[in-house]
């Protein structure tokens, strides 16, 4: 459902992703994980264009776009492929001037035109899945960082889209707040959510991946089954970094 050829992103002349490609399939759980500075982030941006690749071409559903250096892109292709891809950041980017409730309603009654009693109907489900349906008047800062992440989390579902990314959506986390999150996803994938997640927790991404893509200095440098990166590869730049995480 999502395809990504060849794609190249610089910054300021310094190339970060150094032709990107990469099919991920409906249905299932990507993990990219890499070194810092590898270019995860940036891959990331490029799929929901935060950040428009100079060069190669991607596909998101039935939305294709082709990049050209200096050459922008239609608002109309842009919004089509922004409107498939939900996002969940690290640090959350709740509205803090707006209640989890409110959080969730937002995008539903401005973008997409739903009457506000149906986006609460939905707002108030999706707060009863993430497990904080009694939380639905707490503002931002009256919420923990799990909390809050996990009402980001729900914000994205609000929108209905075919694919979430996530980028380290655990690690401003304090460790004891990581696993409610990491159920939160855990049963999204079980639900057949397509997703594709930064993350350096490699046992969650040993547990829930479909796929597992490592990216160093922006190429993909070996991607497989969970199994087959973390157990069996024999690429001595992957087996260098699980080398230093363990
Ligand atoms: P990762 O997520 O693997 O840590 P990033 O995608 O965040 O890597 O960053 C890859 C490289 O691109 C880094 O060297 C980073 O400094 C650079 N970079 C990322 N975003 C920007 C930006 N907006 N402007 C300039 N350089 C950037």
């Known amino acids: 459902m999502i395809q990504l050829e060849h794609l190249h992103k610089q910054f ?10 990469l099919i991920i399939d409906k249905g299932k759980t990507t993990v990219i994980i ?3 500075g590898s270019g995860k982030t940036t891959l990331l941006r490029c799929l929901n264009l935060l950040e428009i690749p100079e060069k190669g071409k991607l596909t998101v559903g039935d939305s294709r776009v082709a990049f050209k250096p200096g050459e922008k892109l239609e608002h109309r292709t842009m919004m089509a492929i922004r409107k498939q891809t939900g996002m969940v950041f690290q640090n959350y980017n709740l509205f803090p001037h707006l209640t989890a409730l409110g959080n969730l309603m937002e995008g539903q009654v401005i ?11 939905v707002s108030l489900a999706l707060l009863e899945k993430v497990g904080l349906r009694d939380r639905a008047d707490s503002y931002p800062h009256e919420l923990s960082g799990g909390q809050q992440q ?4 729900a ?3 609000a929108l ?3 694919v979430i990314l996530f980028d380290e959506p655990t690690s401003a986390l304090d460790p004891e707040l990581v696993g409610d999150v990491l159920q939160v ?16 927790e490699m046992g969650f991404a040993r547990e829930v991946a479909d796929q597992v893509v490592f990216m160093d200095q922006g ?7 969970p199994d087959d990166v973390f157990g069996r590869s024999r690429n001595e730049r992957t087996l260098q970094f699980l080398r230093k995480i363990q």
């Not at 973008?111 to 109907?121: D, F, G, N, P």
């Not at 996803?185 to 350096?200: F, S």
């Open 12 to 21: 300021h002349g310094v190339p970060v992703l150094n032709g990107i490609d």
């Open 185 to 200: 996803m855990k049963d999204l994938a079980a639900e057949g959510m397509t997703m594709i997640i930064v993350t350096h």
């Open 150 to 153: 996990r009402v980001g989390i």
């Open 155 to 157: 914000r994205a579902l």
């Open 160 to 162: 209905n889209p075919q």
């Open 219 to 225: 190429i993909i440098v070996e991607r497989g089954a």
């Open 111 to 121: 973008v997409q035109r739903k009457s506000v009693k149906e986006a609460r109907s």
């Open 34 to 36: 890499g070194p810092s």
